[in-house]
């Protein structure tokens, strides 16, 4: 796989010309509710993540680390939070690479961009994929995993100049020879240019092996559910709520107060789904605008 669009440099800052030529290219393009979870760890049963390859996956907007209506920075809270979770892949959307402002007027803005400021001592391996570039920075989505990966690539899934999008594949190395393919997504706000963003999402998906395990998650801001029908039924993936006997997927948004949004979603394919839940109360209902999911999954060895 290839990297497609402008990114930063290996540590997330910015590449000024680049930015400035991504953005000419760019506008020229355009012109023509439940109890918090209190430990975790117990959502598997005694022994199961031991036995062949188990592991946790978390999916979270985590709103530029900004609490909801962008009142407190909560980036550092938000590290430990997701540290108490132990996950072994994590899939974040609304990252932010770099912001020259915050950076400038925060004395707590960490000083590493934040993929790496939140995955630093926990899961080597950082995989940033920028999608809005301009003069103070960028952001986009980013996985975090204590697996290698074999390969990434961010495709640019824009459907307006304004509302800069993208999936970012990685492709992974598990235990006992096992690829499992990542897609960490965060789909645009108008029904008809997520409609376009799934159709792309669709290819990508059907273009790899057909046995191969796949985890598609991210914030799908689908309020109609149309992911169901145009992704995760066509290419027989399931959704991992929906594997444990949930007749709809999980309401995560707004994280603070009532939450009546399923935007979140967590689709799998070609994997066991052990448990699936969303942490609610203190802390993740101050952190970030939507409350993240847990996932644990097991897949058999090759």
């Not at 790496?116 to 301009?134: C, K, T």
């Not at 309020?223 to 959704?239: F, I, S, T, V």
Request: glycine share 10%; net charge positive.
């Amino acid at each position: 796989m290839g990297e497609s669009g402008a990114r930063a440099d290996a540590l997330g800052h910015m590449n000024v010309p680049m930015i400035a030529e991504k953005r000419q290219k760019l506008w020229g393009r355009w012109r023509s509710w439940r109890a918090p979870l209190e430990d975790p760890r117990q959502l598997v049963p005694a022994g199961a993540r031991q036995a062949g390859v188990a592991l946790r996956v978390v999916s979270y907007n985590i709103h530029k680390g900004w609490g909801p209506f962008n009142r407190h920075l909560t980036i550092a809270e938000m590290r430990e939070a997701l540290h108490g979770l132990d996950p072994d892949l994590v899939l974040l959307q609304e990252v932010q690479g770099a912001h020259l402002g915050h950076a400038q007027r925060h004395p707590l803005w960490p000083a590493q961009p934040q993929h790496h400021y939140l995955g630093a001592e926990h899961w080597p391996e950082r995989i940033y994929g920028g999608n809005l570039f301009h003069e103070l920075g960028h952001h986009g989505n980013a996985v975090l995993s204590r697996f290698p990966v074999q390969d990434w690539a961010n495709h640019d899934v824009s459907a307006h100049r304004w509302e800069r999008r993208g999936i970012l594949h990685c492709a992974m190395v598990l235990p006992h020879g096992l690829c499992l393919h990542v897609f960490c997504v965060h789909l645009g706000l108008r029904a008809r240019w997520r409609r376009m963003q799934l159709e792309r999402l669709r290819e990508l998906i059907a273009g790899l092996p057909p046995r191969s395990p796949i985890v598609v998650g991210g914030d799908f801001n689908d309020w109609g559910r149309e992911a169901e029908e145009l992704l995760a039924a066509p290419l027989g993936l399931e959704d991992a709520f929906a594997a444990v006997g949930r007749r709809a997927p999980p309401r995560t948004y707004p994280a603070r107060g009532l939450a009546f949004g399923r935007l979140d979603r967590l689709y799998v394919r070609g994997c066991e789904v052990h448990a699936a839940q969303v942490p609610r109360g203190r802390p993740w209902s101050h952190l970030s605008d939507h409350l993240p999911l847990v996932v644990d999954l097991a897949l058999e060895g090759g």
